[in-house]
């Protein structure tokens, strides 16, 4: 007995001790990324940031689900831009025209009727819907850093999933 649960502790800090190390390295990778963004002078990074959350956290980094949740994060995005320059360029009429687009949009995500208008694309059009987030001017930097966050969680993503298909093939399963 007295092993067993000399055992079971060791499991439980090796259970705490791995999360711990792939989050500090994890959050040294980001500081890094910051850090060369900043230096680039984009500095709407939060995007990018909301994306990683949600493909590791939500879709475990699977590949399978990372068109889906690219392109449900990038009609978010064009959604919520579409506001200031619908209304900039149409007035009111801009102004109803977007509500009824996301009316339909959000119609659409609660039916499930694409899997390209999903959860993710919410939770931006959520997180945009804070006013100094959603700044016009910056709509260029925000796609630029949308797509680099992309382009980094892809290819890793992408690497793991063929790694996993190519054991499974080898296992004949």
């Known amino acids: 007995m007295a092993n067993q649960n000399s055992n079971e502790g060791t499991g439980s800090l090796m259970s705490f001790i791995k999360p711990l190390i ?6 040294a990778l980001c500081a890094g990324l910051y850090g060369g963004l900043m230096v680039l002078n984009i500095l709407t990074v939060w995007l ?5 959350w949600y493909f590791a956290s939500v879709k475990h980094f ?3 689900s990372f068109l889906t949740t690219f392109i449900g994060g990038l009609v978010g995005v064009l959604i919520v831009y579409a ?3 619908l209304s ?3 007035g009111l009429n801009g102004q109803i025209i977007w509500l009824v687009l996301l009316i339909l949009l959000i119609t659409f ?7 390209y208008l999903n959860d993710f694309t919410m939770l931006i059009i959520t997180i945009f819907s804070i006013p100094h987030l959603a700044k016009p001017e910056e709509f260029t930097m925000a796609l630029i850093t949308y797509a680099i966050f992309a382009v980094l969680l892809g290819v ?8 996993t298909n190519k054991a499974i093939q080898s296992t004949g399963m």
């Open 22 to 27: 792939i989050t500090i390295v994890l959050i």
């Open 88 to 90: 900039l360029y149409m």
């Open 109 to 115: 995500v609660i039916q499930g009727r694409t899997k």
């Open 83 to 85: 506001m200031p320059f």
């Open 156 to 163: 890793p993503s992408y690497i793991m999933y063929r790694k």
């Open 62 to 64: 699977q590949f399978s």
């Open 48 to 52: 990018g940031f909301a994306y990683v």
